[in-house]
């Protein structure tokens, strides 16, 4: 893959930070934006700034035209069988709140149980917490072994018919494991249960066809796949979403509305109430093209190759032990050293330019899960090369030195 060429497409990428060329190893917890992405915006401000499906004047049209563009690509990008099944939400933690206070009030009661897994962020956790607490519903907790990974026997044995819900995390955000969701899934959907996946990790990293693992609910975040923050995809099959209450009132999810009676709208308006992010969603459309322009297969080949080689170069530091070594991983490190705090090695490290996350990556209960208060994270993204590894691997033998 033609990195270099890559990397020039990102502007941010030529800075310095404390001095140092800017290492960005956060992908996890943001992607940086290719210079498309940017100008889609500003493009949009500065030529067809409009509010979208009311007007009927030349910059509402083509802004609507735009908007439900995006639609389109999002449909494309996750293989979804029609675009009404695309919901545009603010992101993955929008998306998984708007199933839980749907399709979870309408179809989750008293003694019904729903089944997350060890390694779930909070917001796969804790809007399931909110839905159960309110209707005396049951959360059960697929287990993760020492790898990192799920532990699939107990889960099969958690499914019942009891089970309305399986939601899980596609791709770990904390350990990069990727879990065996059409086994997940079809073992679900046995037990008559329906299945939401996380897709915050893996739509960025892997391919992804929703009718292919048949998974009844996918979410992710426009912010992790090279796009702009506050907005995001929630793919529905389309009979769920239809039979769903809706979430949000309030104009474009109308009909018809009188003091008696409301109509609502068709899918997907139904669930997208009030002006959306008209900006942000045009700009996203920017970023999947990117994304299937460049190419799926290479991209995961070049993060493969990245993943192999700082998981080798960082094993052989002494002191340093990697949190998750799942057979199935993608595109990031979690690591702890002997007797250094993550944070204290996370503040030297910036101070040479290399951005990593520390901390518990928003999986405080995995955390517990291994003994520890949180991890130093590295996580790759396309344009990453093997020399910002090598400068990570030196700089983390300094901060060691400097700290022990
Ligand atoms: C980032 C992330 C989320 C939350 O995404 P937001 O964009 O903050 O809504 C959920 N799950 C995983 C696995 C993530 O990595």
């Known amino acids: 893959m033609a990195t270099l060429d890559l990397r020039q497409q990102f502007p941010i990428l030529n800075r310095m930070v404390k001095g140092k060329p800017l290492v960005y190893f956060d992908n996890a917890a943001t992607a940086q934006k290719p210079q498309r992405v940017i100008d889609a915006l500003t493009h949009y401000y500065t030529h067809y700034n409009a509010n979208i499906h009311r007007g009927i004047h030349t910059l509402a049209e083509e802004a609507t035209a735009a908007y439900e563009a995006a639609r389109h690509t999002a449909q494309e990008f996750i293989g979804a069988a029609a675009p009404e099944e695309i919901i545009f939400t603010r992101g993955t933690t929008e998306g998984i709140n708007l199933v839980a206070y749907t399709w979870g009030r309408q179809n989750v009661g008293a003694g019904d149980e729903i089944i997350i897994s060890g390694m779930e962020h909070h917001s796969n956790i804790v809007p399931w917490q909110i839905l159960c607490e309110e209707k005396g519903a049951i959360l059960k907790v697929i287990p993760v072994n020492d790898n990192g990974e799920l532990a699939m026997d107990v889960y099969r044995s958690l499914l019942s018919n009891k089970t309305k819900l399986v939601s899980v995390v596609h791709v770990s955000n904390s350990l990069g494991t990727v879990n065996p969701v059409k086994e997940i899934i079809d073992a679900a959907h046995r037990a008559g249960a329906r299945v939401l996946l996380d897709g915050a990790q893996s739509a960025v990293h892997m391919d992804i066809d929703v009718q292919a693992i048949n998974c ?189």
Do not use: W
């Open 216 to 404: 009844d609910f996918f979410a992710f975040s426009g912010h992790k796949v090279y796009g702009p923050t506050g907005v995001g995809v929630l793919y529905g099959k389309k009979e769920l979403l239809e039979s769903m209450p809706v979430f949000q009132g309030g104009g474009e999810m109308i009909k018809e509305v009188t003091f008696e009676k409301t109509i609502y709208n068709d899918l997907p308006y139904k669930y997208e109430a009030g002006t959306p992010n008209i900006a942000d969603t045009i700009a996203l459309k920017a970023a999947l093209d990117f994304i299937s322009e460049t190419g799926k297969q290479q991209i995961r080949d070049h993060e493969n190759e990245l993943l192999a080689y700082a998981t080798a170069q960082l094993q052989a530091i002494p002191g340093l032990t990697i949190i998750g070594n799942a057979k199935e991983k993608v595109s990031l490190v979690s690591f702890i050293i002997k007797d250094i705090h993550p944070q204290d090695v996370g503040v030297l490290l910036d101070n040479q330019g290399i951005a990593v996350r520390t901390g518990h990556h928003c999986t405080q209960p995995l955390m517990a899960r291994f003994g520890i208060p949180g991890t130093i994270r590295a996580s790759f993204a396309l344009y990453n090369q093997k020399e910002e590894i090598d400068a990570l691997v030196t700089s983390l033998h300094k901060t060691i030195k400097m700290l022990l």
